[in-house]
């Protein structure tokens, strides 16, 4: 049997023009604009034309929400909840924070009263929260799911937890590349904290 390609063609044509119209769906025709109504104006006896006012809602901006007064730590902890269990903590449940050398990180839960954690800021390294908040109750380490992507050299493949009792937890991410660092990127308040993970 031999193989004929003009008995495929309008298949084939028919294939293309449905595939064209998939990759390339109509665009929507711009409509054309409104001009705006048009006030007279009587100046010193002539007739001018000036353009009238805009309507209120394009003009109307709206004002920004009043932002709550930051606590002690430089961050807006007013929306947090207090955290009960650390364990149970899901990431997006606190407050976003760009903290120092560009380090974008997150805090969970609302300090308490003696809160060594007030003085932390995202992107610490392990040594500087050391320093400050002191040694911690447990701490260990785990991989995250970016340490499967291959190729992936950048940063929050595996991760560094500290537990301090009656205080809560510090999350670090390792740096982007082959570096060994370690820095702050999540600080979990919670004062009910039994100390080990």
């Known amino acids: 049997m031999k193989f004929s390609a003009i008995r495929y063609l309008p298949a084939a044509a028919a294939f293309?023009?449905?595939a064209g119209c998939v990759a390339n769906?109509?665009?929507?025709e711009a409509k054309p604009m409104q001009e705006a109504p048009v006030a007279e104006k009587k100046e010193a006896g002539k007739k001018t034309a000036a353009p009238a006012p805009a309507p209120a809602a394009a003009?109307?901006?709206k004002a920004p929400a009043p932002v709550a007064a930051a606590?002690?730590?430089?961050?807006?902890?007013?929306?947090?909840?207090?955290v009960t269990d650390s364990t149970k903590v899901?990431?997006?449940?606190?407050?976003?924070?760009?903290g120092i050398n560009d380090?974008?990180?997150?805090?969970t839960g609302v300090p308490g009263p003696k809160s060594r954690f007030t003085r932390l800021r995202?992107?610490?390294?392990?040594?500087?929260?050391?320093?400050?908040?002191?040694?911690?109750?447990d701490q260990g380490a785990y991989v995250t799911g970016k340490a499967f992507i291959p190729f992936y050299f950048g940063s929050d493949r595996s991760r560094w937890e500290m537990v301090y009792k009656g205080q809560g937890r510090?999350?670090?991410?390792?740096?982007?590349?082959?570096?060994?660092?370690?820095y702050l990127t999540w600080i979990i308040h919670n004062a009910n904290e039994g100390g080990y993970r």
């Open 103 to 107: 380090w974008e990180g997150e805090v």
């Open 25 to 28: 769906p109509p665009k929507e």
């Open 122 to 137: 995202i992107g610490m390294s392990q040594q500087q929260v050391v320093d400050l908040a002191g040694q911690p109750t």
């Open 16 to 18: 293309l023009v449905l």
């Open 71 to 82: 606590d002690k730590g430089g961050y807006n902890l007013s929306k947090n909840k207090p």
């Open 170 to 182: 510090l999350i670090f991410s390792n740096q982007s590349g082959f570096g060994s660092g370690y």
């Open 59 to 61: 003009t109307a901006k």
């Open 90 to 98: 899901e990431s997006g449940q606190g407050t976003m924070v760009k």
